[in-house]
């Protein structure tokens, strides 16, 4: 692969990139700093979404940025980067091209009244899968689709916080800094822990049921069906974590897999799927980067601390007490016996999905719950989606009430609460 090489970004330089067209400048931010990036002429964007000449863009600790240009631009960057090189062979005229042809299927789906394109990126873990979804959502965005964006991903999800998945309907690009979409109406579902080998019986079932209600919101909303779905998978793709993958594509009857660098799973999707999905092998960007274990542990708090503090847009959450009495902690799937030891006719995956509930106690502290949709316990808790999360900051055995952290003053507007195994040390 042809590169530049590399300039060494340092505090208080400003350094230039001229970048020809089709090329992309990729920089990472070195840890605690932050890095300013400004387009200085020509048009450029970040993963789908289009930079304005002469606004300042700050990068945060950790950042991994590809800017691309198709027609050529300047770039200047300040602040202390970790690498900072321009790459003049990237695969984005393979990623446009796949996105001319969604468009394609969405076109005739609006003149033979039908719905566009469910189209699912998977493939092994650091390929580049979230970044592929993001593109091929925000340039259909930018052609003034409303596509659905769902994420499978209980690892490092993007529209919510780890150990859940969910769904978004997306009117705009997403966030240049902090690459997210606008979060309006996310669909969530508490999952409770970060890889679904925990309970693939239980990731499952949220699975068919997103996939239902996502197929649900097609039927009402024309625009919402025409555009399509885009959802991004896990980076389990072995044993029971390909099954998942198999799982999802009939639940949401996909029309398209891409899959990015991995030629055997290709084949086994092209085995295991029926012709008429489109599967679709693709290379990965070599500017991906591989995180070490640490930096996604370090990624998943920064998430729930951006849920609870927000980014660039600080949020200011709230701190109260709440009686043991007035809330129902519940965990979902009991502890597997076996078999011989079952109640006559239960099977091993009905404990997977089994509420068990959790007495308070000083081993909730700092774990994330989340609030459930659920009103009361004849509700379908393990399929209802979620309000929103809140953090244990304190447990107070004696007088029996839990401090918690919550994004909105009280009270707590449901009083189901859900254990997940994500947890989240509050040092504000
Ligand atoms: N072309 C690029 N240049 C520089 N960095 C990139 C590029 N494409 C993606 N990245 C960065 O690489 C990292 C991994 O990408 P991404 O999250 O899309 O991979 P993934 O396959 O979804 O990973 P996972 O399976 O862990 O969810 C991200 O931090 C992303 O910003």
Not at 57 to 80: D, N, P, Q, R
Not at 89 to 104: D, G, W
Not at 214 to 228: D, L, Y
Not at 302 to 311: D, S
Request: charged share 25%.
């Amino acid at each position: 692969m042809e590169e530049s090489k590399e300039k060494n970004v340092d505090e208080g330089k400003r350094v230039e990139f001229k970048l020809d067209k089709v090329c992309e400048l990729r920089f990472e931010v070195e840890n605690n700093e932050e890095v300013e990036l400004e387009l200085k002429s020509g048009m450029a964007e970040i993963f789908g979404t289009e930079l304005i000449q002469n606004k300042k863009y700050v990068f945060y600790s950790g950042g991994k940025i590809a800017v691309f240009t198709w027609h050529g631009c300047v770039l200047e960057l300040s602040g202390k980067t970790e690498v900072a090189y321009i790459a003049k062979e990237t695969p984005m005229v393979m990623y446009i091209n796949t996105h001319a042809a969604l468009e394609q299927m969405r076109v005739k789906a609006e003149t033979d009244n039908t719905s566009g394109p469910t189209v699912m990126v998977v493939g092994p873990g650091d390929v580049g899968k979230s970044t592929v979804c993001k593109l091929l959502v925000n340039y259909a965005v930018r052609l003034g689709r409303r596509p659905t964006f769902v994420d499978l991903d209980v690892g490092q999800g993007q529209i919510s916080i780890p150990g859940t998945i969910g769904s978004l309907s997306v009117e705009r690009p997403a966030d240049v800094e902090e690459g997210n979409f606008s979060l309006q109406a996310p669909l969530i579902y508490h999952f409770g822990h970060i890889s679904p080998s925990v309970n693939i019986n239980l990731y499952n079932c949220l699975v068919s049921q997103l996939a239902d209600i996502v197929q649900m919101r097609g039927e009402t909303n024309r625009k919402a069906a025409i555009s399509g779905v885009v959802i991004n998978t896990c980076g389990w793709v072995k044993g029971l974590g390909y099954k998942a993958v198999i799982h999802a594509a009939q639940a949401f009857e996909v029309d398209v897999i891409i899959v990015l660098d991995q030629e055997r799973l290709h084949n086994d999707l092209k085995r295991d799927l029926p012709k008429f999905v489109k599967i679709v092998l693709q290379p990965k960007s070599g500017g991906v980067v591989e995180r070490s274990r640490q930096h996604r542990v370090e990624s998943r708090d920064a998430k729930v601390k951006e849920y609870f503090y927000g980014l660039s847009t600080p949020l200011y959450p709230h701190q109260y007490d709440v009686k043991f009495s007035d809330v129902t902690i519940l965990k979902i799937g009991a502890p597997l016996l076996p078999d011989s030891l079952l109640p006559l006719g239960m099977k091993q995956e009905d404990a997977h999905l089994k509420l068990v509930a959790v007495p308070p106690s000083n081993q909730l502290l700092h774990h994330v719950l989340a609030v459930s949709m659920a009103l009361t316990s004849d509700d379908d808790i393990v399929r209802s989606n979620v309000m929103g999360f809140i953090c244990i900051n304190g447990v107070d055995m004696e007088k029996k009430v839990l401090t918690i952290l919550a994004p909105a003053p009280r009270p707590l507007p449901r009083s189901i609460l859900l254990l997940s195994d994500v947890q989240f040390v509050d040092t504000h």
